[in-house]
């Protein structure tokens, strides 16, 4: 099917496709539920899991990069980007 030759790639895809089965059996609870109440607890455990794996995922891909001779300006881009969007998701109103 896929021929991935790097096993960094083979895992962040593999961390992603698990984090999407999470997903998908969460929202099979929730329907089979058939409770708000139930749901938003189901809701609030994704709500965890969800930024563990960016974390994971990207932190993956961080020392698969360093490997390679990376920058230490290149690694703190990155890092105040994955930051930003914490701080960002964390500001809604």
């Known amino acids: 099917m896929f021929l991935v030759k790097s096993k960094a790639v083979a895992m962040m895809a593999l961390m992603r496709c698990l984090s999407g089965l999470i997903e998908f ?16 607890k189901i809701n609030a455990a994704l709500a ?20 390679k001779g990376f920058s230490l300006y290149r690694f703190i ?7 930003l969007i914490f ?4 500001r809604g109103k």
Do not use: C, H, N, Q
């Open 25 to 40: 059996t969460a929202a099979m609870l929730m329907f089979r539920y058939d409770s708000v109440e139930k749901a938003m």
């Open 48 to 67: 965890l899991i969800g930024p563990a794996v960016m974390v994971a995922v990207t932190s993956i891909g961080l020392i698969s990069l360093s490997s």
């Open 77 to 83: 881009i990155i890092a105040a980007g994955v930051a």
């Open 87 to 90: 701080v960002g998701v964390g």
